[in-house]
Each structure stands twice: as structure tokens, then as C-alpha cells.
Nanobody, 115 residues
Framework: QVEVVESGGGSVQPGGSLRLSCTAS????????IGWYRRAPAKQRELVGT???????KYGDSVKGRFSISRENDQNTVYLQMNSLKPEDTAVYYC?????????WGQGTQVTVSS
């Protein structure tokens, strides 16, 4: 079994920064992708970004240039550095791990950007 746990959410003013962490544990295979998604109230889930075990990174259009993803493979931990935050970044942020055609989701962490 695989467990995915997010941490680091909170409240911040517009223009501020936050860093989220995601750690996957359990039966993790060497080939996998860890990703961040978010869901704002009354909106569909949106891709934030993903990073593979080989370091291939993809970002959603709305966060390019402001957010960055990094990874520590030996700990299956992924970080999401969020800079220049905007009120429209307010959402629940979810982390997932994809491996061997199976996706495992975390419980999510709330990020609120408000003055």
C-alpha cells in the first residue's frame, strides 16, 4: 500500500510565498510521477505541476513562472514552492503519486491567499 501526505498549507497575503511538501511512503517503485493539483470552490480540479523520478517537470499554465517543483528521490518527497501568490491561487492542494497505472492521492492541504 502507498500513503501520500501533504503539509505546509496555510494563509498568506497576496504577493507572498508558501512551500508545500508531499511525501509518499510504502511500496514505491523506481519509476513514478508525483504531482500537485488543486481545486478551488465551485471549480474543476486543475493541474499545478508534476515531476517524474527522472526529473521531468510539467507545470499548469496558470502557475508557470511563479511556482516551482523539486524532488528528493531518496525520500520520495516533492516540494512545491509557490511565489507571487494571488487570491485566485486559493484552493485545496492535493498531491498524488502515479506508478504502474495506479494513482494514490493525499488528503489535501488548504492554501488561502487573502489580504
Amino acid at each position: 500500500q502507498v500513503e501520500v501526505v501533504e503539509s505546509g498549507g496555510g494563509s498568506v497575503q497576496p504577493g507572498g510565498s508558501l512551500r508545500l511538501s508531499c511525501t509518499a511512503s510504502g511500496r514505491i517503485f523506481s519509476s513514478n510521477v508525483i504531482g500537485w493539483y488543486r481545486r478551488a470552490p465551485a471549480k474543476q480540479r486543475e493541474l499545478v505541476g508534476t515531476i517524474s523520478n527522472s526529473g521531468l517537470i510539467k507545470y499548469g499554465d496558470s502557475v508557470k513562472g511563479r511556482f516551482s517543483i523539486s524532488r528528493e528521490n531518496d525520500q520520495n518527497t516533492v516540494y512545491l514552492q509557490m511565489n507571487s501568490l494571488k487570491p485566485e491561487d486559493t484552493a485545496v492542494y492535493y498531491c498524488n503519486l502515479e506508478q504502474r497505472w495506479t494513482t494514490y492521492w493525499g488528503q489535501g492541504t488548504q492554501v488561502t491567499v487573502s489580504s
